[in-house]
């Protein structure tokens, strides 16, 4: 009956914090996001055509709305007579999937290696992670990213894994920082007091209050993560054909931007318009996830 109680409690909870968190920009954020994850689940079934299948009498058809336009292509052909809207499509799984693996490998790196760094302060450990942090921040990320790309086969695979690789240095801050705060609380002192190992300390206490920060900076990183895949892909070096990337098609569609608009536009829309839409949810889930917003909720 207890747990019943405490689980109605907290659903009230969480309704009250969403619905008392007024940001438009963020709910549209979510709805546009979730929109865009369920297009690209849905790519074989959405998708009008092939996305690789190319027909040389069919290039360079502008959208249906222009004269010489067509309902079968609406928005319009490439320089090879590939479906625009099709490649969009599917170019948006390659997009989603970079996002969230590297997301996932630079943040379980980062999330181990800070909340270890920032418990034991001080320490041997702490001492040396924090100066290789200090190393990897001393060099920009897009500049390492690039060398690695370029030394290694460049593939769908080895770009998550040198976006993830070279990205965890922001989460171990962060971590760190609400780590070494939190430790010196009332609540972890009694712990340890009462025989609390180091381990069961760290999963029961701190680990869920630096969970709402950490997810804030990860949602941020999926962004940054689809911005550096999108900006490698346009250089050559990221994703290569025949995988489908907004990036490639930008690439593919820079010569023909005074005639041929719409091959590089669209996807630089669908860049554009997913980068807002996970900034907007971002900044969100801060107000959303801050408990100094809802200090007296769980009194009522």
């Known amino acids: 009956m207890k747990k019943l109680t405490k689980r109605k409690k907290a659903n009230t909870l969480f309704s009250t914090r969403f619905f008392r968190v007024p940001s438009p920009l963020g709910i549209s954020g979510l709805i546009v996001f979730i929109l865009i994850v369920l297009l690209a689940l849905a790519a074989p079934w959405i998708a009008p055509h092939s996305p690789y299948a190319s027909d040389a009498t069919q290039r360079l058809i ?25 490649r969009l499509v599917y170019g948006s799984r390659i997009s989603l999937l ?6 996932l490998i630079a943040g379980c790196i980062g999330l181990i290696l800070g909340l270890v760094s920032g418990y034991f302060g001080g320490s041997w450990f702490d001492q040396l ?24 086969e460049p593939s769908l695979w080895t770009l998550i894994l040198v976006i993830g690789l070279t990205s965890w240095v922001q989460y171990t ?12 609380r009332e609540f972890i002192q009694s712990s340890k007091t009462q025989g ?11 680990f869920p209050n630096v969970l709402s920060s ?11 993560a689809i911005m550096t895949e999108s900006s490698l892909s346009f250089l050559g070096l990221g994703v290569q054909p025949p995988d489908i990337t907004w990036g490639g098609m930008l690439n593919d569609g820079r010569n023909y931007i005074a005639t041929s608009w719409w091959i590089a536009t669209f996807p630089g829309l669908a860049i554009t318009i997913t980068i807002l839409a ?12 801050d408990p100094r917003l809802y200090q007296g909720d769980d009194t009522k």
């Open 173 to 184: 801050r962060l971590v760190r920082s609400e780590t070494l705060s939190l430790k010196e």
């Open 278 to 289: 996970i900034t907007f949810l971002g900044d969100w889930l801060r107000d959303f996830l």
């Open 62 to 86: 502008p959208p249906f709305w222009l004269e010489g336009g067509s309902l079968e292509h609406i928005l319009g052909t490439d320089n090879i007579g590939r479906d625009v809207l099709s």
């Open 98 to 103: 970079v996002g969230f693996l590297s997301v």
């Open 196 to 206: 609390a190992s180091h381990f069961h300390i760290i999963r029961t206490h701190i």
């Open 214 to 224: 950490f997810t804030v900076v990860a949602t941020i990183g999926i962004a940054s």
């Open 129 to 152: 992670t924090m100066r290789f942090v200090d190393a990897m921040l001393a060099i920009p990320t897009l500049l390492l990213v690039l060398v690695a790309v370029i030394v290694l």
